[in-house]
């Protein structure tokens, strides 16, 4: 037996005799789970700052909040993921009195709000992509601002930035490798454990990689469909 069979023999007694497979599965979860509600909070809270930041600047509120808007998304933007965790995990949060969230809510919460500081910029870049003539179209006929905004030019916009926000909720999900800084249990924790019990990393990170290539590969082509999906229904119209 080469060297390498036995590496993969010493994986496969892990997953099967030790429970391993339990623990990827539910690291799997873990990332999952992480990714998809960071990347939902993310939607709404870009697409809020998005619409505050193409308000017309003519009144002192729309100033001040575009100034908020603009403080949140230096700061998430500026700052590693990682020390965005620890400092809600360790610092801002149990000082606000959140002592009994765990890791995982606090890794959705941060994701979250630094997706959404990325999302904001591209939902902000799409709706500049929609011609103005929408916008004045809207209002023309009675509609409010907000209604107009809502109900003709994000629309609109996120048939532009589909692949963009695709290209985000990617990298959201390799991203999440680094929960484990807070002790969330993650694809990267649960390998690296694996790994650490036999004292053989060789396998058990090949094994991550494939997993992390196959999601990315997955939400490729469901990102792929929906693209098709609203070309047929723009030819359509």
């Known amino acids: 037996m080469t060297d390498f069979e036995l590496k993969i023999q010493k994986f496969i007694e892990q997953l099967v005799d030790k429970g391993g497979y339990e623990q990827i599965l539910q690291g799997l979860q873990n990332t999952l789970v992480i990714a998809i509600c960071g990347f939902v909070i993310g939607i709404f809270i870009g697409t809020l700052i998005a619409v505050v930041r193409v308000f017309p600047k003519y009144k002192t509120l729309p100033k001040l909040l575009d100034g908020i808007c603009s403080f949140y998304v230096g700061f998430f933007r500026g700052t590693p993921i990682v020390v965005q965790l620890l400092l809600f995990y360790y610092v801002l949060l149990p000082v606000l009195g959140f002592t009994r969230l ?7 919460l941060v994701f979250g709000m630094n997706s959404g500081a990325y999302i904001s910029e591209i939902m902000r870049g799409g709706i500049l992509s ?26 609109q916009a996120i048939k532009n930035i589909l692949p963009t926000m695709g290209n985000e909720f990617i990298a959201l999900v390799k991203e999440t490798s680094v929960v484990s800084f807070v002790g969330a249990m993650d694809l990267y924790k649960v390998f690296r454990t694996i790994g650490s019990r036999t004292y053989e990393y060789m396998v058990p990170y ?15 082509v469901l990102v792929k469909a929906m693209e098709r999906r609203l070309r047929k229904s723009d030819r359509g119209h």
């Open 102 to 108: 765990d890791s995982i809510s606090v890794a959705v």
């Open 130 to 155: 929609v011609d103005p003539g929408q916008m004045e179209g809207g209002r023309s006929v009675g509609l409010s601002y907000g209604t107009t905004m809502i109900k003709i030019v994000i629309p």
């Open 206 to 220: 090949l094994v991550m990689a494939v997993i992390y290539i196959v999601l990315v590969m997955l939400i490729s």
